[in-house]
């Protein structure tokens, strides 16, 4: 039991020691990387809880990558054309839901199988953004930059700017909580209200039912279609937030392969989590973390020895690496993960 609490434990002990050492290093410098590893790890976080839901359910998605590209596209090109942002936010999640209709469709309706039907969403957002793009603006793929009311502009809290000189803790108000997108804020309150959704209301219960033993749900009269699709559309809606937040919050427009495998991590970072909420928050922290460690330090300098740009780059990837081999300990995912149901006559 303690062994068990010890690895649930490992991966905030790693975020706090990073952030630690960070500001023991130089506190002007962590400041500014661990802001932009909150904003680095906003699309993390959402995609990572839209696999959960999913994946609870019974549903294995890697076609995250897919839906937030689709949705990072739509999100910026409405956004261009009407020049607000939160209508570029609702197209996102509507281009988001139409690939999550598609892949129920596919895995759910016809019983096929989920992950080709994952791998096939991935390829058809990755083709249908870059022709959509040419056809529409004729810029390779890519959107115009969105400026003005087309972006999502930080937020400054109450008393930021008064407390900014506070030691310590004025810093960290002014500078880590305050001054981030809504969908910012948004993402990191999803954490506490999915922990509540599925440990705390019977939607949850019968959701998390699934997932392990659909049959027992419908022996009891539940719907296990009604839930599974649930299960998709909220994933799809998290997926849309996501791939929005890319495109009008944290970049100025689409390019294409925009994602960058972000979709990938996320459900690395998902099996890192255990498919937990809680631990969603601090895996995909984690990955923001060491992606804005590679921004700050291109080539990070520890007096005997220089790490290249290259490895600092590639330091998310190798953790995700390490976590898919099974060097995290046992993750074991819902156990009609991935199995289409079949009712029994």
Not at 39 to 67: H, N
Not at 274 to 280: E, F, I, V
Not at 304 to 310: A, D, H, K, L, N
Request: proline residues 4%; glycine residues 12%.
């Amino acid at each position: 039991m303690g062994l068990n609490s010890l690895k649930d434990a490992l991966t905030p002990i790693i975020v706090l020691s990073i952030c630690v050492i960070w500001v023991l290093l130089d506190q002007n410098r962590a400041l500014d990387g661990i802001e932009s590893a909150l904003r680095l790890m906003t699309p993390l976080l959402l995609a990572c809880l839209a696999g959960l839901y999913s994946e609870r359910a019974g549903v294995f998605d890697i076609g995250l990558e897919g839906k937030m590209l689709m949705a990072a596209f739509s999100a910026a090109t409405v956004a261009y054309l009407t020049g607000s942002a939160w209508l570029g936010l609702l197209a996102g999640i509507g281009g988001s839901l139409s690939l999550s209709l598609i892949h129920g469709l596919a895995s759910i309706t016809f019983r096929g199988n989920q992950l080709i039907s994952g791998v096939a969403i991935n390829f058809l957002a990755s083709g249908l953004t870059v022709l959509l793009g040419i056809k529409i603006f004729g810029l390779g793929g890519r959107t115009p930059a969105l400026v003005g009311d087309a972006r999502f502009g930080d937020l400054n809290l109450p008393f930021a700017d008064a407390l900014a000189g506070v030691p310590l803790l004025g810093p960290i108000y002014s500078r880590l909580i305050s001054g981030h997108s809504i969908l910012v804020y948004m993402a990191i309150l999803a954490v506490p209200l999915t922990w509540w959704v599925l440990y705390r209301t019977r939607f949850g219960l019968r959701l998390r039912a699934v997932g392990e033993n659909p049959a027992s749900v419908d022996t009891a009269g539940i719907s296990v279609t009604r839930l599974r699709y649930a299960a998709i559309a909220i994933c799809g809606i998290l997926c849309g937030v996501a791939g929005a937040y890319l495109a009008t919050g944290l970049s100025a427009g689409f390019v294409k392969e925009m994602t960058a495998g972000r979709g990938f991590i996320a459900l690395a970072a998902l099996i890192f989590a255990k498919w937990r909420p809680w631990g969603a928050l601090f895996a995909t922290l984690l990955f923001g973390l060491l992606e804005s460690l590679a921004n700050q330090y291109p080539n990070l300098d520890l007096g005997f020895v220089t790490i290249p740009s290259m490895f600092m780059n590639a330091l998310p990837y190798i953790l995700t690496v390490i976590i898919l081999a099974g060097f995290v300990g046992r993750a074991i995912p819902p156990r009609a993960g991935g199995e289409p149901y079949v009712k029994e006559r």
